[in-house]
């Protein structure tokens, strides 16, 4: 049984007042998302706005808490290396600082480990996609390759604003969940 098949089991075990809460929490796994969770509230006979707006709020609700998060973690990340930097510039008499090699955290290319060089190609295919088309690109066509919920994580740590991320995410979620719960309910009409 799959993840759907068990979430499909529940909405249809429990009261119809907490259906809408299954649908969101459903929303709110990777993978699943709005689009998956908008799929499972109407194949489970929930209406389909009521399944849509359910699967927006979980999905969005996880993404914002990611988004927080990852600003957060990237700003830990420039406070620190500002301090280490700042420890390490020498101080001449009169108070100049002197140059100093930049600092970037990476090490001897030797040193790489396997799963370093996969981060870092993955690091890489989603800078040359935000360079190319900007945040709403990859906010808007992220979900065809990776969750909203990595998509965001990556745009908030780094270094795009909160808001930015959180208003073209919640485009995104909104858009993606709104076509595949016409296609679910088109689906179903023609066949029932």
Known sequence: MTVV???????AQ??????????????AIPFVEGEGAV?????????????GVAAVVGN????????LLGSG???????????RTEAREPVTVGGASGSHAP???AGPVGDERPEDSRKSARRAKFQQAYERYGVPGVSLLGPLLL?????????????VGKGRVLVWQAVAIVGWTTFTALVVTGVIQVVG
């Not at 098949?5 to 909405?11: A, G, K, P, S």
């Not at 973690?73 to 301090?83: C, I, N």
């Open 103 to 105: 600092v970037d955290g």
């Open 39 to 51: 799929a499972i509230g109407v194949i489970g006979g929930i209406d389909p706005v009521l399944a």
């Open 147 to 159: 969750p909203t919920q990595v998509t965001a994580t990556m745009l908030a740590a780094s270094g």
């Open 5 to 11: 098949d068990t979430i499909q089991n529940v909405v």
């Open 60 to 67: 969005f609700l996880c993404v914002a808490a990611l988004v």
């Open 73 to 83: 973690a990237h700003q830990a990340v420039l406070t620190r290396r500002q301090a």
């Open 14 to 27: 429990v009261p119809d007042l907490v259906q809408p809460v299954v649908v969101a929490a459903a929303g």
